[in-house]
């Protein structure tokens, strides 16, 4: 299959292109020139299906062209180690559990298949003018930590994780900061948003890509956006199974929006979804799209939701092209809602109290959104994007109780924090990636 650029002035590529470069020429990002129906077999069979099964089944789908199922189904099988599991919060909600890897987050399952894919791509051909691949990734939180665990130790791979000083949890900044090895923390000084825009013009930079070669596993790569597809379908066959998977709602947290594009994009394949709702924080870009239909990005602010502080997000440009550029049509599958950080903590409160159920600030605002948002005789499922205690100041402020720390987070803490320190200037990014060739 080949890949066009949302910005429609590069050529169509290859899937290993499009993998290994991550953005397109023109700084588009790149969508598949078609997005497969599943067969009706596949929904038939669904309830009876492992989430390996469920992701194998889907990658064969969206890769099969162009890797040999074999190999296909080793990459899913050896990413998706852990479960998603959905569990019952109170009537007609669930939560979609996502934080069942190996750093607690949602995106270790898009980090775990894309690193396996890149190793696969790569050694099918010739990754580069014969230097190592260097992978940067930009970070509000949990990326940085599911790239960089992802890749740790993989030869031949040296993973950039930049990120804005002060704006993380700690928790989240030890599982990146302390690892070593091929892994290098670069601290910027300003937001998320400036940290995207430093990878995105390492991208664009001649000189830089005539002598490293540069690719990112930020959700602009369609290697890590895709496969987050894969517990969707695997939320609808646990809800099949419980006879419940009749008017489904799913409600994402929303920042950078590779996790609900994903989402839309398993629509697109046939998922019975009614329809999305995108919850954000105070930074309300999205919502405000869909009110007005005028897309209007805005400096960032920090939020108890950091991994959700995006002022511009990436994939709103894969949205876009989703639908046509039609805001009527994304109404359609799309609602919104926002939730302020006072709301944050009373909601984590109110939903500990009522249903022994303990959220974190995202899955807070997915819950928030979705509670007010649901209609009678639907089914709602929020994302529960990542564990509680990766954030745990604010959730023990919240509820005013000790936290339990799971063992793995506690083992990061312990680690010595190592960062590089960098003023918000591509001039001074990109002397540190040409020192690093010395």
């Known amino acids: 299959m080949n890949y066009y650029s949302t910005g429609k002035a590069s050529p169509p590529v290859d899937l290993r292109t499009a993998v290994v470069h991550s953005l397109a020429p023109d700084k588009g990002l790149y969508m598949p020139e078609r997005i497969p129906a599943l067969p009706s077999s596949f929904f038939e069979e669904i309830p009876h299906m492992s989430l390996v099964e469920i992701g194998q089944n889907v990658a064969f789908a969206l890769f099969g062209e162009d890797v040999p199922k074999a190999d296909l189904d080793r990459i899913v ?54 230097g190592e691949v260097n992978v940067l990734v930009a970070t509000s939180g949990d990326t940085g930590s599911a790239i960089a665990n992802g890749f740790l ?36 000084n300003g937001s998320f948003d400036d940290c995207q825009a430093l990878v995105k013009a390492a991208f664009m930079d001649k000189e830089l890509n005539s002598r490293m070669f540069l690719t990112s596993a930020n959700s602009i790569n369609l290697a890590r956006l895709l496969p987050q597809s894969f517990y969707y379908f695997g939320a609808y066959a646990s809800l099949r199974r419980q ?12 920042g950078n929006f590779g996790n609900i594009c994903s ?6 394949m046939g998922l019975p979804v009614s329809r999305f709702i995108a919850a954000n924080n105070s930074n309300d ?45 994304i109404t359609e599958d799309i609602e919104g809602g926002v939730v302020s950080d006072s709301q944050i903590l009373s909601t984590i409160r109110e939903c500990w109290k009522k249903n ?83």
């Not at 979609?96 to 607690?104: D, K, S, V």
């Not at 022994?356 to 639907?378: F, I, Q, T």
């Open 356 to 438: 022994s159920y303990l959220l974190d600030p995202h899955g807070a605002c997915g819950y928030k959104v979705l509670s007010e948002g649901l209609r009678p005789g639907e089914v709602g499922v929020f994302l529960e994007t990542a564990h509680p205690a990766k954030f745990l100041s604010t959730v023990k402020d919240a509820i005013r109780e000790d936290v339990p720390i799971p063992e793995r987070l506690l083992a990061f803490s312990r680690g010595k924090k190592v960062s590089v320190p960098l003023e918000n200037d591509f001039n001074a990014f990109k002397k540190t990636l040409l020192d690093s060739l010395k």
């Open 153 to 188: 130790g993989v030869e031949g791979i040296h993973v950039w994780v930049l990120y804005p000083s002060g704006r993380v949890s700690p928790m989240q900044e030890s599982q990146f900061t302390t690892l070593g090895g091929n892994i290098t923390a670069v601290e910027v």
């Open 263 to 268: 989402g839309l994009i398993a629509k697109r």
């Open 243 to 254: 006879g419940r998977s009749e008017d489904v709602v799913i409600c994402v947290p929303s």
């Open 285 to 329: 870009v999205f919502f405000q799209y869909l009110r007005s239909g005028k897309y209007s990005p805005r400096p960032s602010v920090t939020t108890y939701a950091n991994a959700m502080d995006v002022g511009a997000p990436s994939n709103f440009a894969r949205i876009l092209d989703l639908y046509g550029y039609s805001h009527e049509r």
């Open 77 to 130: 099988r050896e990413a998706l180690t852990f479960d998603c599991p959905i569990v019952p919060v109170e009537k007609d909600i669930y939560a979609l559990e996502l934080f069942h890897g190996p750093t607690l987050a949602f995106k270790d399952v898009g980090a775990r298949f894309m690193a396996k894919l890149l190793g696969y791509l790569l050694s099918h051909g010739t990754a580069s003018q014969g």
